[in-house]
Protein backbone atom coordinates (compact mmCIF):
# COMPACT_ATOMS: atom_id res chain seq x y z
CA UNK A 1 0.00 0.00 0.00
CA UNK A 2 2.98 2.34 0.91
CA UNK A 3 4.62 1.39 -2.16
CA UNK A 4 2.00 2.25 -4.16
CA UNK A 5 1.79 5.79 -2.93
CA UNK A 6 5.20 6.43 -3.11
CA UNK A 7 5.19 5.29 -6.51
CA UNK A 8 2.38 8.05 -7.44
CA UNK A 9 3.55 11.22 -5.85
CA UNK A 10 7.29 10.45 -7.66
CA UNK A 11 5.59 9.78 -10.87
CA UNK A 12 3.28 13.19 -10.58
CA UNK A 13 4.15 15.88 -12.99
CA UNK A 14 5.05 19.14 -11.48
CA UNK A 15 3.19 21.73 -14.24
CA UNK A 16 -0.03 19.67 -14.15
CA UNK A 17 0.09 20.58 -10.62
CA UNK A 18 0.95 23.86 -10.89
CA UNK A 19 -1.70 24.06 -13.81
CA UNK A 20 -4.03 23.07 -11.62
CA UNK A 21 -3.29 25.25 -8.79
CA UNK A 22 -3.57 28.39 -10.75
CA UNK A 23 -6.75 26.87 -12.26
CA UNK A 24 -8.53 27.01 -9.08
CA UNK A 25 -6.76 30.39 -8.49
CA UNK A 26 -8.35 31.97 -11.63
CA UNK A 27 -11.52 30.51 -12.09
CA UNK A 28 -14.45 32.85 -11.92
CA UNK A 29 -17.84 32.55 -12.35
CA UNK A 30 -20.47 34.93 -14.49
CA UNK A 31 -22.34 37.14 -12.21
CA UNK A 32 -25.86 37.62 -13.61
CA UNK A 33 -27.68 41.23 -12.46
CA UNK A 34 -30.01 41.10 -9.98
CA UNK A 35 -33.70 40.89 -11.09
CA UNK A 36 -34.58 43.95 -8.39
CA UNK A 37 -31.61 46.22 -9.05
CA UNK A 38 -31.34 48.81 -6.74
CA UNK A 39 -28.68 51.57 -7.84
CA UNK A 40 -28.62 53.11 -5.04
CA UNK A 41 -26.70 50.25 -3.07
CA UNK A 42 -23.26 48.41 -4.20
CA UNK A 43 -23.31 45.22 -5.90
CA UNK A 44 -19.54 43.20 -4.41
CA UNK A 45 -18.02 40.10 -5.97
CA UNK A 46 -14.54 38.77 -5.30
CA UNK A 47 -11.82 38.54 -8.46
CA UNK A 48 -8.96 36.51 -8.45
CA UNK A 49 -6.54 39.05 -7.77
CA UNK A 50 -5.84 38.28 -4.27
CA UNK A 51 -9.67 37.60 -3.89
CA UNK A 52 -9.58 41.71 -4.29
CA UNK A 53 -13.31 42.61 -3.37
CA UNK A 54 -14.81 45.05 -6.50
CA UNK A 55 -17.99 46.76 -6.43
CA UNK A 56 -20.02 46.05 -9.79
CA UNK A 57 -22.26 49.11 -8.70
CA UNK A 58 -20.85 51.53 -11.52
CA UNK A 59 -20.72 49.39 -14.36
CA UNK A 60 -24.64 48.99 -13.51
CA UNK A 61 -25.30 52.48 -13.67
CA UNK A 62 -23.31 52.91 -16.77
CA UNK A 63 -25.23 50.18 -18.51
CA UNK A 64 -28.42 51.37 -16.80
CA UNK A 65 -27.71 55.08 -18.24
CA UNK A 66 -26.51 53.94 -21.76
CA UNK A 67 -29.66 54.59 -23.23
CA UNK A 68 -31.27 57.01 -20.69
CA UNK A 69 -29.65 58.86 -18.14
CA UNK A 70 -30.82 57.97 -14.51
CA UNK A 71 -31.12 61.84 -13.78
CA UNK A 72 -30.90 65.47 -14.64
CA UNK A 73 -27.65 67.51 -14.68
CA UNK A 74 -25.45 69.85 -16.11
CA UNK A 75 -25.56 73.86 -16.25
CA UNK A 76 -27.57 75.90 -18.97
CA UNK A 77 -26.19 79.39 -19.70
CA UNK A 78 -28.99 81.80 -21.04
CA UNK A 79 -28.39 84.96 -23.38
CA UNK A 80 -31.33 86.51 -22.02
CA UNK A 81 -33.92 87.03 -18.82
CA UNK A 82 -36.84 85.56 -21.01
CA UNK A 83 -34.64 82.65 -21.88
CA UNK A 84 -33.77 82.06 -18.14
CA UNK A 85 -37.65 82.68 -17.24
CA UNK A 86 -38.70 80.22 -19.95
CA UNK A 87 -35.97 77.52 -18.91
CA UNK A 88 -37.61 77.47 -15.26
CA UNK A 89 -40.57 77.34 -16.28
CA UNK A 90 -40.20 74.16 -18.38
CA UNK A 91 -37.93 72.47 -15.83
CA UNK A 92 -39.04 73.42 -12.47
CA UNK A 93 -40.60 71.20 -9.87
CA UNK A 94 -41.50 71.49 -6.39
CA UNK A 95 -38.14 71.93 -5.03
CA UNK A 96 -36.81 74.40 -7.51
CA UNK A 97 -34.99 77.69 -6.50
CA UNK A 98 -33.50 80.24 -7.78
CA UNK A 99 -30.42 82.60 -6.27
CA UNK A 100 -29.63 86.22 -7.22
CA UNK A 101 -26.12 87.56 -6.93
CA UNK A 102 -26.27 91.37 -6.70
CA UNK A 103 -22.49 91.65 -7.64
CA UNK A 104 -22.11 95.26 -9.33
CA UNK A 105 -19.38 93.63 -11.51
CA UNK A 106 -20.60 90.30 -12.24
CA UNK A 107 -24.72 89.96 -11.42
CA UNK A 108 -26.16 86.45 -11.25
CA UNK A 109 -29.64 84.75 -11.73
CA UNK A 110 -29.10 80.88 -10.98
CA UNK A 111 -32.32 78.47 -11.06
CA UNK A 112 -31.60 75.22 -9.63
CA UNK A 113 -34.64 72.81 -11.10
CA UNK A 114 -33.45 70.06 -8.18
CA UNK A 115 -32.70 72.00 -5.31
CA UNK A 116 -33.01 70.65 -1.74
CA UNK A 117 -36.74 70.61 -0.29
CA UNK A 118 -37.84 72.34 2.45
CA UNK A 119 -37.91 71.26 6.02
CA UNK A 120 -35.50 70.21 8.20
CA UNK A 121 -32.56 67.68 8.03
CA UNK A 122 -33.45 64.60 8.88
CA UNK A 123 -30.25 62.62 10.43
CA UNK A 124 -32.44 59.58 11.71
CA UNK A 125 -33.20 57.95 8.37
CA UNK A 126 -31.08 54.69 7.45
CA UNK A 127 -31.24 55.74 3.78
CA UNK A 128 -30.60 58.95 3.58
CA UNK A 129 -32.40 62.30 4.39
CA UNK A 130 -35.55 61.67 2.00
CA UNK A 131 -35.24 65.92 1.56
CA UNK A 132 -31.69 66.25 0.22
CA UNK A 133 -31.51 66.40 -3.91
CA UNK A 134 -28.87 66.25 -6.24
CA UNK A 135 -29.12 70.30 -7.64
CA UNK A 136 -26.67 68.86 -10.75
CA UNK A 137 -29.73 70.69 -12.97
CA UNK A 138 -28.95 74.45 -13.32
CA UNK A 139 -29.88 77.11 -15.44
CA UNK A 140 -27.40 80.36 -15.24
CA UNK A 141 -28.13 84.19 -16.91
CA UNK A 142 -24.81 86.58 -16.42
CA UNK A 143 -26.62 90.13 -16.30
CA UNK A 144 -24.98 92.25 -19.22
CA UNK A 145 -23.80 95.19 -17.73
CA UNK A 146 -24.47 98.44 -20.63
CA UNK A 147 -21.30 99.41 -21.92
CA UNK A 148 -22.33 102.89 -20.43
CA UNK A 149 -22.35 101.84 -17.46
CA UNK A 150 -18.76 99.53 -17.77
CA UNK A 151 -16.86 102.72 -19.09
CA UNK A 152 -18.40 105.28 -16.48
CA UNK A 153 -17.47 102.90 -13.82
CA UNK A 154 -14.01 102.59 -14.88
CA UNK A 155 -13.78 106.22 -15.01
CA UNK A 156 -15.24 107.21 -11.67
CA UNK A 157 -12.58 107.94 -9.55
CA UNK A 158 -9.88 107.75 -11.52
CA UNK A 159 -7.78 110.84 -12.19
CA UNK A 160 -7.26 112.59 -15.68
CA UNK A 161 -5.49 115.44 -17.28
CA UNK A 162 -6.91 118.19 -19.08
CA UNK A 163 -6.71 116.34 -22.07
CA UNK A 164 -7.88 113.33 -21.04
CA UNK A 165 -10.61 114.95 -19.00
CA UNK A 166 -11.41 116.99 -22.42
CA UNK A 167 -11.19 113.65 -24.68
CA UNK A 168 -13.09 111.51 -22.01
CA UNK A 169 -16.29 114.23 -21.71
CA UNK A 170 -16.37 114.65 -25.65
CA UNK A 171 -16.17 110.81 -26.38
CA UNK A 172 -19.17 110.18 -24.08
CA UNK A 173 -20.98 113.44 -24.30
CA UNK A 174 -24.22 111.25 -25.44
CA UNK A 175 -24.43 109.80 -21.62
CA UNK A 176 -24.31 113.81 -20.34
CA UNK A 177 -27.93 115.68 -20.00
CA UNK A 178 -28.13 119.39 -19.24
CA UNK A 179 -30.25 119.96 -15.92
CA UNK A 180 -33.58 121.07 -16.16
CA UNK A 181 -34.01 124.80 -15.29
CA UNK A 182 -35.49 123.83 -11.72
CA UNK A 183 -32.45 121.45 -10.91
CA UNK A 184 -30.32 124.05 -12.27
CA UNK A 185 -31.50 126.43 -9.72
CA UNK A 186 -31.42 123.42 -7.29
CA UNK A 187 -35.56 124.65 -6.52
CA UNK A 188 -37.55 121.86 -4.76
CA UNK A 189 -40.86 121.61 -5.45
CA UNK A 190 -43.89 119.83 -5.94
CA UNK A 191 -44.34 120.47 -9.71
CA UNK A 192 -41.22 118.98 -9.97
CA UNK A 193 -40.45 115.66 -11.97
CA UNK A 194 -39.48 113.18 -8.84
CA UNK A 195 -36.23 112.60 -10.58
CA UNK A 196 -35.76 116.49 -10.18
CA UNK A 197 -36.29 116.41 -6.82
CA UNK A 198 -33.73 113.33 -6.05
CA UNK A 199 -31.36 115.56 -8.10
CA UNK A 200 -31.79 118.40 -6.16
CA UNK A 201 -32.04 116.84 -2.71
CA UNK A 202 -28.81 115.12 -3.13
CA UNK A 203 -27.23 118.31 -4.62
CA UNK A 204 -27.96 120.36 -1.47
CA UNK A 205 -26.92 117.03 1.09
CA UNK A 206 -23.16 117.64 -0.51
CA UNK A 207 -23.47 121.28 -1.23
CA UNK A 208 -22.92 120.46 -5.02
CA UNK A 209 -24.16 122.57 -8.08
CA UNK A 210 -24.78 121.24 -11.70
CA UNK A 211 -23.45 122.24 -14.92
CA UNK A 212 -23.93 121.52 -18.57
CA UNK A 213 -22.40 119.64 -21.17
CA UNK A 214 -21.10 123.36 -22.62
CA UNK A 215 -19.66 124.18 -19.61
CA UNK A 216 -17.39 121.07 -19.58
CA UNK A 217 -16.60 121.07 -23.22
CA UNK A 218 -15.47 124.84 -22.96
CA UNK A 219 -13.28 124.28 -19.72
CA UNK A 220 -12.09 121.62 -21.10
CA UNK A 221 -10.69 123.20 -23.91
CA UNK A 222 -9.39 126.60 -22.52
CA UNK A 223 -9.12 125.74 -18.50
CA UNK A 224 -6.30 127.56 -17.16
CA UNK A 225 -5.71 127.92 -13.09
CA UNK A 226 -4.02 130.42 -11.85
CA UNK A 227 -3.57 130.83 -7.73
CA UNK A 228 -3.15 133.99 -5.75
CA UNK A 229 -2.03 133.56 -2.11
CA UNK A 230 -3.42 136.12 0.40
CA UNK A 231 -2.23 135.73 4.19
CA UNK A 232 -4.69 136.37 6.86
CA UNK A 233 -3.73 137.29 10.38
CA UNK A 234 -6.29 136.60 13.82
CA UNK A 235 -5.52 137.25 17.07
CA UNK A 236 -7.25 136.38 20.22
CA UNK A 237 -7.28 139.49 22.16
CA UNK A 238 -7.56 136.93 26.05
CA UNK A 239 -4.33 134.93 25.51
CA UNK A 240 -2.38 137.02 22.65
CA UNK A 241 -1.94 134.38 20.51
CA UNK A 242 -1.74 134.51 16.81
CA UNK A 243 -2.92 132.45 13.99
CA UNK A 244 -1.35 132.75 10.59
CA UNK A 245 -3.26 131.71 7.82
CA UNK A 246 -2.19 131.66 3.88
CA UNK A 247 -5.36 131.77 2.03
CA UNK A 248 -5.16 129.75 -1.67
CA UNK A 249 -7.93 131.36 -4.97
CA UNK A 250 -8.27 129.84 -8.17
CA UNK A 251 -8.53 132.28 -10.25
CA UNK A 252 -9.09 132.08 -14.46
CA UNK A 253 -6.70 133.97 -16.79
CA UNK A 254 -8.80 137.18 -16.48
CA UNK A 255 -7.93 137.29 -12.63
CA UNK A 256 -11.79 136.50 -12.19
CA UNK A 257 -12.85 133.68 -9.40
CA UNK A 258 -13.44 130.45 -11.23
CA UNK A 259 -17.16 129.29 -11.49
CA UNK A 260 -16.71 125.58 -11.95
CA UNK A 261 -19.78 123.18 -11.58
CA UNK A 262 -18.97 120.43 -9.50
CA UNK A 263 -21.79 118.24 -10.48
CA UNK A 264 -23.33 116.84 -13.64
CA UNK A 265 -25.76 114.46 -14.74
CA UNK A 266 -25.22 111.23 -16.57
CA UNK A 267 -27.96 108.90 -18.05
CA UNK A 268 -27.19 105.43 -18.93
CA UNK A 269 -28.52 102.15 -18.46
CA UNK A 270 -27.25 99.71 -15.70
CA UNK A 271 -27.88 96.57 -17.95
CA UNK A 272 -27.33 96.06 -21.39
CA UNK A 273 -30.87 97.74 -23.22
CA UNK A 274 -32.19 98.67 -20.26
CA UNK A 275 -33.91 102.01 -18.61
CA UNK A 276 -31.62 104.93 -18.61
CA UNK A 277 -30.72 106.00 -15.08
CA UNK A 278 -30.22 109.37 -14.39
CA UNK A 279 -27.05 109.87 -11.71
CA UNK A 280 -25.30 112.72 -10.62
CA UNK A 281 -21.33 112.95 -10.98
CA UNK A 282 -18.99 114.88 -8.85
CA UNK A 283 -16.74 116.79 -10.63
CA UNK A 284 -13.37 117.77 -9.41
CA UNK A 285 -10.29 119.12 -10.19
CA UNK A 286 -6.71 119.57 -8.29
CA UNK A 287 -3.70 121.75 -8.83
CA UNK A 288 -0.56 120.88 -7.46
CA UNK A 289 2.69 122.91 -9.12
CA UNK A 290 2.09 123.02 -12.99
CA UNK A 291 -0.01 119.67 -12.98
CA UNK A 292 -3.88 119.71 -13.10
CA UNK A 293 -5.88 116.45 -12.30
CA UNK A 294 -9.55 116.03 -12.90
CA UNK A 295 -11.79 113.25 -11.21
CA UNK A 296 -15.06 112.20 -11.95
CA UNK A 297 -16.75 110.46 -9.51
CA UNK A 298 -20.25 109.01 -9.79
CA UNK A 299 -22.25 109.84 -6.77
CA UNK A 300 -23.71 106.45 -5.20
CA UNK A 301 -24.06 104.23 -7.98
CA UNK A 302 -25.21 101.04 -6.01
CA UNK A 303 -28.22 102.93 -5.86
CA UNK A 304 -29.33 102.81 -9.34
CA UNK A 305 -27.68 99.41 -9.52
CA UNK A 306 -29.87 97.73 -7.08
CA UNK A 307 -33.10 100.03 -8.50
CA UNK A 308 -32.82 97.95 -11.88
CA UNK A 309 -31.48 94.62 -9.95
CA UNK A 310 -34.31 94.52 -8.24
CA UNK A 311 -36.44 95.22 -10.86
CA UNK A 312 -35.22 91.93 -12.93
CA UNK A 313 -35.44 90.35 -9.91
CA UNK A 314 -38.91 90.97 -9.40
CA UNK A 315 -40.06 90.00 -13.40
CA UNK A 316 -38.63 86.70 -13.07
CA UNK A 317 -40.42 85.89 -9.91
CA UNK A 318 -43.52 86.91 -11.19
CA UNK A 319 -43.35 85.24 -14.41
CA UNK A 320 -41.96 81.66 -12.63
CA UNK A 321 -43.58 82.18 -9.48
CA UNK A 322 -40.12 80.70 -7.85
CA UNK A 323 -38.68 81.61 -4.18
CA UNK A 324 -35.55 83.74 -5.12
CA UNK A 325 -32.76 83.61 -2.26
CA UNK A 326 -30.68 86.60 -2.98
CA UNK A 327 -26.94 85.67 -2.49
CA UNK A 328 -24.90 82.35 -4.28
CA UNK A 329 -26.26 78.58 -4.42
CA UNK A 330 -23.94 75.98 -2.74
CA UNK A 331 -21.23 75.19 -4.87
Known sequence: MSETKL??????????????????????????????????????????????VEDLSRYHREAAEYLKPARRKGTAHLADLASLIDWANRFKGPTTAMFANPDMAAPTLTCIADYHAGGA???????????????????????????????????????????????????NAKDIMDPTPPVLQLKLSEENQTWENRLIDTAQQIEGRYGQLTQL????????????????????????????????????????????????IIAIPVFLSGAAYRMPVRVRYRKNGAALKFTLTIYNPKKSFDASFDETIAQAKEETDLPIFMGKPEA
Not at 250 to 255: F, L, M, T, Y
Request: with cysteine.
Open 217 to 264: LAMSKRFQVFETSDLKVTSNRDTGEAEIQFLNEHKDSDGRPLNIPNLI
Open 7 to 52: EATAFENPAETMRDVMAKLGHHDTIDMPEALNLTKAHLVTVPEKRR
Open 121 to 171: VDLSNAEGDPTAMPCHHRGVYDFPLSDEWKIWMAASGEPMDKDEFGEFIEA
